[in-house]
């Protein structure tokens, strides 16, 4: 029951204050990890089997449940309890608002993706800061609330839907990318670094084609963005919040001119004044440098200037720009390796790494999780067709494991499953990436028996099976410590054509 606290404030009975605790926890743990599940079963009190939609539905009627006792006693508002009681109701009704809410939010994602960089009108914004504001939460409060909702539900919405997989890898890296927008405890974003984000960067490390261009949108899309009370929309669309460039795309005479931009006449050819990727980037908004291993130490020195001070000059130009996005940086080579030989700064690597995030290779997640083909398959099918299509998705897996087979390594991983489904739609029918070549095992083997090989013909020989068996070129070149150029050569000698395989 509730008890009467001098003549204007109440507390909470025992019974109610262990609940809404719960409440409070649940509230600010990561919808990714397992303590979240743990403590929405706990306060659902769902039965043995439920399903996660079952027990956060059943967690959210609860909730209400206990939140509609209080208003039936008029004692909703929260300017009525005494501090520590207020905090773990706040708590619980920003927890039901937020999910009473998620349906809309989802909405307007799609709708937003659909119409572009333009911010579309949120026709639910009046009513949901109306709740807020008639719970006891201040108007200038309720804005930011209603903000930070609109960012979990983007946050949660392109982690689990653009990184799908049920291996213990992927469920890991899920909750780590939500750690890298909200930290380990978003009581501290929300109080401390909710507006000072950029100064976290990100490096994303993995292999070609193993979804790092997926888990940076997911970041950049996801920053915090004010809403606009006034015009009733937030201040930018998410759409353009995220802009990417791939290094490896430029010869090292254009890169500083596609990062900072240039005036006209800095060199030939400059005919008029570009703007370079930092100017394009929004306040609320984050840059994708993908490659990172490959750029010069010049540029390197650059960027390092850029996210130490947060300013930046266009080619010719003396002006003095200000950078305020977020950085985030990919790259599938061995950074240890290119330290070591000094082609990758130190300095650089540390003001870069505020966070490291791995993405695993396929073939760890099929190792980790047999079902994990099928997942993906759904996904890639839907994404690719436009719906979701278990007929088709039930097809094409019987197809790949009549070949390439179920002990296939997809050394090209999602990206070249997304080809495999393409190629399948196309001619029913995907072998895969070839295997070692019987000839070139036999031929290692007999060289070795016989003595009959030098070395460049035996080095040669072992890389070419190690990026048959691989599919990287940085993976060779790390088994057998010679750098990434040289590991490439004795492959072209040993194969007579580059090899490389979708994506690679």
């Known amino acids: 029951m509730y008890i009467l606290c001098m003549s204007t404030t109440f507390k909470l009975g025992d019974r109610q204050r262990a609940f809404f605790t719960l409440v409070d926890r649940a509230a600010f743990s990561n919808p990714f990890g397992s303590e979240r599940l743990a403590l929405d079963r706990q306060i659902a009190e769902a039965p043995n089997g439920a399903t996660a939609a079952e027990i956060l539905e059943r967690t959210i009627a609860r909730i209400d449940e ?10 909703q508002n929260l300017r009525l309890f005494r501090d520590g009681d207020r905090d773990l109701l706040r708590s619980a009704h920003l927890f039901s608002a937020f999910h009473r809410l998620s349906g809309d ?14 911010p579309c009108r949120v026709p639910f914004a009046h009513d949901a800061l109306g709740l807020l504001t008639s719970r006891g939460i201040p108007e200038d409060q309720a804005e930011r609330y209603f903000a930070f909702f609109f960012q979990m539900r983007r946050a949660f919405f392109f982690i689990d839907r653009d990184l799908p997989g049920g291996a213990p890898c992927m469920t890991e890296l899920r909750r780590h990318l939500w750690e890298n927008l909200f930290t380990s405890d978003i009581r501290w974003y929300e109080r401390f670094l909710w507006n000072r984000m950029e100064d976290f960067s990100t490096l994303l490390l993995g292999e070609t084609g193993t979804g790092k261009g997926a888990a940076a949108a997911a970041i950049g899309r996801s920053a915090f963005i004010p809403f606009d009370g006034e015009r009733g929309r937030f201040a930018e669309s998410f759409t353009r919040n995220f802009v990417a460039i791939n290094l490896s795309q430029f010869p090292p005479a254009l890169i500083e001119s596609e990062l900072f931009g240039h005036k006209k006449g800095a060199f030939t050819g400059a005919i008029g004044d570009h703007q370079g990727l930092f100017t394009r980037c929004s306040p609320h908004g984050a840059i994708f440098l993908d490659e990172i291993g490959d750029v010069s130490a010049p540029v390197q020195i650059k960027l390092l200037q850029i996210l130490q001070e947060r300013a930046f000059s266009p080619v010719g130009s003396h002006e003095r720009l200000r950078f305020q996005g977020r950085v985030i940086a990919a790259t599938n080579r061995p950074l240890d390796e290119l330290r070591r030989r000094g082609e990758f700064r130190d300095d650089f690597f540390y003001r870069l790494s505020s966070d490291i995030v791995r993405i695993p290779p396929l073939r760890q997640r ?27 998705s039930r097809t094409i897996g019987a197809i790949l494991a009549r070949e390439p087979g179920r002990d296939y390594s997809w050394p090209g991983n999602v990206r070249e499953l997304e080809q495999a489904v393409r190629r399948i739609l196309l001619t029913r029918r995907y072998a895969g990436e070839p295997l070692p070549p019987a000839d070139l095992a036999a031929g290692l083997h007999q060289g070795i028996d016989s003595g009959s090989l030098d070395a460049p013909s035996l080095v040669a020989a072992y890389c070419a099976l190690l990026y048959r068996r691989h599919g990287s070129y940085e993976e060779v070149a790390r088994r057998t410590g010679l750098d990434r150029r040289t ?8 194969g007579g054509e580059d090899p490389t395989p979708p994506g690679g």
């Open 66 to 75: 206990e939140l509609h006792q209080l208003a039936s006693r008029r004692r």
């Open 487 to 494: 590991a490439k050569k004795h492959i072209l000698a040993a």
């Open 105 to 118: 939010f989802d909405r307007l994602i799609r709708t937003q993706i659909t119409s572009g960089d333009a």
């Open 366 to 392: 099929l190792r980790e999780h047999p079902a994990e083909l099928d997942v993906l398959l759904d996904h890639v099918v839907s994404r690719t067709v436009g719906e979701p299509s278990p007929e088709l």
